[in-house]
């Protein structure tokens, strides 16, 4: 129904009231709305300009504190000296009996930014179109529109049900307190629904492709649901602040009944392994359709890709990060607590804080104008349920800047934050009497390589620097000792002391790989000028990610003799035998080496945290993928085991679809290959992303993706087109000359083409072929259009004949042409079946014989 031109406004009421001429009698007659047209289409200005046409949903999606525009019908024209005009926008609950908002939004003469408004800016016969300002700090939310009408009949309703307008963040708003100044950024946190998280260890960082999928169907509706339960005043839906702390309490089950039940142990059934899961489309979908039932099951990772969809649907820009060596405090110290005997060996069951190799939460951009300035910006989000926070569990929003600086003082959970990234490792030895003394402090092993991904490429990216200083620098010693203040052992830090010898556990390339023995190097280095002794235990267990250990693998001592300024690397080698039917989740092992120097009574602690690499799953397209046709992925699995793997699923996903493709494969044998091929019928043009994962008891974390070019059928078309008219070029044409062949240039055939034609009748049929139907059908225009909607149509046998007869140019008064060559060699004719199977007709047709058109399979 729009139209009238988008954007071009007329001077408001002035322009409305010369362009309404009426009657009295209609004036005296009631204002009635005929119809309302809220402009949704996907591709139109509305969805456009407010960067909400990616979503699934019909409806009108705007984002607030920017303009949109709509049309309203009337009984007749709208007089503007009597008559007059509002919204009335609802939002209200669907799902509890909490209190909603009404909105009345004015006509007025002049609109003024910061305030619910609307202005007619054309109108013609009984239709307006409005332009409608929208408050930049309105409550996101799903809101009910309704007309009033006014005219000195009265008042009348118009509700616009079922066409709800959905409002959200805006990034792309000044005034909006998520607003990002940089559109490369927004693109990428608010806009992409592909994306990567990091796992593994700080030496085997492991990439997985994550589909957020927050555009996709149902997702919209399945957050603005999750608010819902989250019994907060619609109110404050309209606080970034509020929303994301809301948000990472729901995405866990823990005491909400939210998204996502965590699990951590050996068994998954009655749900899904975390490993298996490669976007949150499918999760959300789930938990929409029980009605909020949990699903199961999830961990780190999970929960953050699951927060980061809802975030950047709602309109927040949010991204995932991973922090290797992550601490989890558990008795609010802000250090890592490591408790050994008079032996050396750990006392278990008092260390209680663990590492966990690596951990995924989110940082949400927004202002905190809650806090000091300076504190806005990224903000920590985090959805894994590790400790309650203000009776919840919660976690964030979190200042960065706060935790770099050791301001954990400030909300939310900033003390907890800080100890994740930024805690000292603090072993403490039990004498005779029962106490414990510090014998060891490392620095810098907690919170390294903080990692996310690149804004506009598939790149990792460092941000270790924004969460603190660099290691050991003044700076960041302060920030630790500042932070440990607020701590439950303000008094922690002793003066330094001098130590002459130092351990530490090295790995070669990327690491061991899964299936085959591990082996890594005890580096001990003696920087005095006289010889050390030293007394090494060291215990290899298997581990879950998060730092719980599950059993003792191995472990041994060893004596190392060193001498003056020596170092001495001692190889480390664990069978797969001894580990094969030990391992969890993400494969993950801890190396604990402690010795004490005999010489000089020197402590020597460190551990290692390692993980037994995984195979990828291969994704390679068999052929070009074009819109609406058919075409096959393969996908190729290795088990890189010498045992069979039982119940072997694969999960798909991605190019669009709607929903992720299960495929229950079965048993795979030892060292066996796996080898699938999917059909996918491509729905949108562009770059997209096909995602798969492997869900298997015995071996987890197998994934893989693919980048695919979706080509449309246009482009396809225009491609063969263009090939063909370069074939045509690169062929030898042959004209009489005084009774001798002579052969034509490209450039000399060019030319003569162009003098030809300037006087000619240039008659171009163009002849369309799709799979779906093997009828041809004439399509009549230019050289340069291509009709799409011939495609399909059905032909009779007479249109057939005639679009055979007239299928190539016409070139009229080509005197100079007077024979044609019409030796076409059979290779020449089998390489042009070969090549195309579409039929296109020859872009220049047979000239000077008795057959003005020539035959279509030739070429001149």
């Known amino acids: 129904m729009d139209r009238f031109n988008y954007g071009t406004e007329s001077t408001g009421r002035s322009a409305a009231t010369s362009a309404s001429v009426t009657t009295s009698a209609a004036s005296d007659s009631h204002l009635t709305v005929q119809s309302v047209d809220l402009l949704k289409s996907k591709g139109g200005p509305n969805r456009r300009e407010h960067h909400t046409d990616a979503f699934f949903s019909d409806n009108l999606i705007v984002r607030r504190g920017q303009t949109f525009y709509m049309v309203i019908e009337f009984s007749r024209p709208f007089i503007p000296k009597t008559d007059n005009l509002a919204l009335q926008l609802m939002l ?14 004015p006509l007025v003469d002049v609109l003024e930014d910061g ?72 693109k990428e946190y608010v806009l992409n629904s592909m994306g990567r998280i990091y796992y593994g260890t700080e030496q085997q960082i492991g990439t997985r492709t994550w589909n957020f999928a927050q555009f996709e169907k149902d997702i919209l509706e399945t957050c603005l649901f999750l608010l819902e339960k989250g019994q907060v005043a619609m109110t404050e839906w309209r606080d970034p602040v509020i929303v994301s702390r809301m948000i990472s309490a729901l995405v866990n089950s823990n005491d909400d009944s939210g998204v996502l039940m965590g699990n951590w142990k050996d068994s998954y059934e009655g749900g899904t392994s975390p490993t298996a899961w490669s976007g949150s489309g499918d999760i959300l979908r789930q938990y929409f359709k029980a009605s909020g039932r949990p699903v199961k099951f999830a961990q780190c990772w999970v929960y953050a890709g699951v927060t980061n969809t809802v975030l950047r649907c709602l309109g927040i820009p949010t991204r995932c990060v991973t922090n290797f060596n992550s601490a989890h405090d558990t008795d609010h110290s802000l250090t890592t607590d490591i408790y050994i005997d008079e032996k050396l060996e750990i006392i278990k069951d008092k260390t209680s804080d ?65 100890a994740e990234v930024n805690s000292d490792r603090i072993y403490w030895q039990k004498k005779s009497d029962g106490s414990f003394s510090q014998v060891n402090v490392e620095k810098n092993s907690i919170g390294v ?59 070669d390339g990327s690491g061991p790989r899964i299936g085959e023995d591990a082996r890594l190097s005890i580096v001990l280095k003696n920087k005095s000028s006289s010889q050390r002794t030293a007394n090494l235990l060291y215990e290899v267990m298997v581990m879950y990610y998060t730092g719980v250990l599950k059993a003792t693998v191995k472990k041994d001592r060893i004596s190392v003799n060193l001498g003056p300024q020596e170092t001495k690397s001692i190889p480390w080698t664990l069978n797969y035998k001894e580990y094969m039917n030990h391992l969890v989740d993400q494969g993950a092992l801890l190396l604990v080496v402690t010795g004490r120097v005999n010489e000089t009574r020197q402590i020597l602690a460190t551990q290692f945290n390692f993980r037994l690499r995984t195979p990828d799953l291969i994704i390679t397209p068999q052929g070009e993928a074009v819109v609406g046709k058919e075409f096959i992925v393969k996908i190729m699995f290795q088990n890189p085991l010498p045992q069979a793997l039982r119940n072997v699923l694969f999960r798909i996903e991605g190019l669009g679809m709607q929903s992720v493709r299960k495929i229950a494969h079965g048993n795979v044998d030892r060292l066996g290959t796996v080898t699938l091929m999917e059909k996918f019928v491509p729905t949108a043009a562009g770059p997209q992303k096909l995602l798969a994962s492997m869900d298997c008891r015995l071996l987890t974390q197998v994934h893989g993706f693919a980048d695919i070019v979706e080509a449309s059928l246009e482009e396809k078309l225009m491609d063969r087109d263009n090939k063909l008219n370069r074939k045509e070029m690169e062929k030898v044409s042959v004209c009489v000359n005084e009774g001798t062949d002579s052969i034509w240039s490209r450039d000399q055939l060019s030319e003569q083409r162009s003098r030809d034609t300037q006087d000619s009748e240039l008659g171009l049929s163009l002849l369309c072929y799709t799979d779906t139907q093997e009828s041809v059908c004439d399509s009549h225009g230019s050289t340069n259009q291509i009709s799409t909607e011939s495609l399909g149509s059905d032909c009779n046998a007479e249109e057939e004949q005639m679009a055979l007869k007239t299928c190539s140019v016409k070139l009229e008064d080509c005197r100079n042409l007077t024979k044609m060559k019409r030796e076409t060699t059979d290779d020449e004719e089998q390489s042009d079946d070969d090549d195309d199977d579409v039929f296109f007709p020859s872009v220049l047709g047979r000239v000077g014989t008795n057959d003005p058109l020539g035959s279509p399979n030739r070429s001149l």
């Open 92 to 105: 209200e609950p669907i799902f509890s009996s909490s209190t909603g908002i009404k909105i009345s939004v």
């Open 354 to 418: 663990s590492v966990w190799n690596f951990h995924v939460w989110n940082e949400s951009w927004m202002t905190r104008p809650d806090l000091p300035p300076g504190y806005g910006g990224w903000q920590v989000v985090d959805a894994t349920p590790q400790e309650p926070s203000q009776g919840s569990y919660r976690c964030g929003p979190t200042p960065v800047s706060a935790v770099r600086n050791g301001n954990v003082e400030l909300k939310f959970d900033t003390p907890f934050v800080f």
């Open 449 to 507: 390589r903080i990692s996310t991904k690149a804004v506009g490429s598939e790149s990792r990216v460092d941000i270790t620097e924004l969460y603190k200083f660099p290691e050991g620098s003044k700076e960041e010693r302060i920030a630790v000792e500042r932070a440990s203040r607020f701590g439950s052992k303000p008094t922690l830090y002793p003066p330094p002391t001098g130590n002459d010898t130092s351990i530490e556990i090295a790995m």
């Open 115 to 186: 305030v619910w408004e609307m202005k007619i800016v054309e109108q013609k016969d009984r239709q307006i179109k409005l332009a409608v300002n929208t408050l930049p700090t309105a409550s996101i939310g799903c809101y009910k529109v309704t007309v009033e009408s006014f005219s000195p009949k009265g008042k009348l309703l118009f509700p616009c049900t079922p066409n709800d307008m959905y409002v959200l963040f805006n990034p792309w708003c000044e005034d909006d307190p998520v607003y990002l100044d940089n559109e490369a950024e927004r």
